[in-house]
C-alpha cells in the first residue's frame, strides 16, 4: 500500500489569489494523480502527473489554472491559481503503488474560496 | 466520452437486509474500481476487477464485473450499521490500465436498525 500525506488538509482563501497543494508519499511512484470533488459530487480527474514528462490534463482543465511540478518521484504539488468561489472543492491526490492494480488517494485539502 | 452511471443514488435499508448498487458505464473497459468514502474523509479502495466474470468479495460486500454488459454490481448481505457510507464506482479511462478514472455520482447508502 502507500501512505499519502496531503497539506494543507484545509484552507479558506480569497478570491483571486493562488494555493499551493502538496502530496507526498511514502515511496516511489510514477504515476500520480490529482481530482476535484466539488460539494456533495463525485470526483473528476484533473491531470496526470508522470514524474519524468510533462503533465497531461483533462478536458475542461488548463495548466495556466492548474499548474502542476512533479520535481520527484515522491512529492507533486497542484496549484489552483486566481481562485474563484467555484473553485471551492476538496482535491485528491492519488497513486498506483507498488505495482499493484489499486489506486490510493490521500487525505485531501478542502479549499473554500470567499 | 465515458460515462459511468450507479443507481440508486441513495439507498436507505434496514440492518440485515440485502440489496444491490448496480454501475453502468458507456464504453468498453475491463478495469473497474470501487470505492467507499465516509464523509470528510479520502477514498478507501474496495475492489478491483480486472476482467470479465470477476467476482470478489470482503465480508458483507461483494462485487462482480459484466465487461460484455458494460455491468458492474456490489451487493451487500446482511447489512449493518458500519456500512453507512458512500459508494463509489469508477473505470478506467482507457480500459488499457491508463489508470485514469472515471467516476459515478455515487450510492450514498444509509443502514438503520
Known amino acids: 500500500s502507500a501512505v499519502i500525506s496531503q497539506k494543507p488538509s484545509r484552507d479558506i482563501c480569497q478570491r483571486g489569489t493562488s494555493l499551493t497543494i502538496q502530496c507526498q508519499v511514502d515511496?516511489?511512484?510514477?504515476?500520480m494523480f490529482w481530482y476535484r470533488q466539488q460539494p456533495g459530487q463525485s470526483l473528476t480527474l484533473i491531470a496526470t502527473?508522470?514524474?519524468?514528462?510533462?503533465?497531461?490534463?483533462e478536458s475542461g482543465f488548463v495548466i495556466d489554472k492548474f499548474p502542476i511540478s512533479r520535481p520527484n518521484l515522491t512529492f507533486s504539488t497542484l496549484t489552483v491559481s486566481n481562485m474563484s468561489p467555484e473553485d471551492s472543492s476538496i482535491y485528491l491526490c492519488?497513486?498506483?503503488?507498488?505495482?499493484?492494480?489499486?489506486?490510493?488517494f490521500g487525505s485531501g485539502t478542502q479549499l473554500s474560496v470567499l | 466520452e465515458l460515462k459511468v452511471e450507479q443507481n440508486p443514488l441513495f439507498l436507505s435499508m434496514q440492518e440485515g437486509k440485502n440489496y444491490t448498487i448496480y454501475c453502468n458505464y458507456s464504453t468498453t473497459s475491463d478495469r473497474l474500481y470501487w470505492y467507499r468514502q465516509d464523509p470528510g474523509k479520502s477514498l478507501e479502495s474496495l475492489f478491483v476487477l480486472l476482467s470479465n466474470g470477476a467476482v470478489k468479495q470482503e465480508g458483507r460486500l461483494m462485487a462482480s464485473l459484466d465487461t460484455k454488459a458494460r455491468l458492474s454490481t456490489l451487493h451487500i448481505t446482511a447489512a449493518v450499521h458500519d456500512l453507512s457510507a458512500t459508494y463509489f464506482c469508477?473505470?478506467?479511462?482507457?480500459?488499457?490500465?491508463?489508470?485514469?478514472?472515471?467516476f459515478g455520482k455515487g450510492t450514498k447508502l444509509s443502514v438503520i436498525p
Open positions: 515511496s516511489q511512484v510514477t504515476m
Open positions: 502527473a508522470n514524474q519524468g514528462s510533462e503533465a497531461t490534463y
Open positions: 469508477a473505470v478506467d479511462h482507457s480500459g488499457a490500465g491508463s489508470y485514469q478514472l472515471t
Open positions: 492519488s497513486v498506483r503503488a507498488g505495482g499493484l492494480e489499486k489506486l490510493f
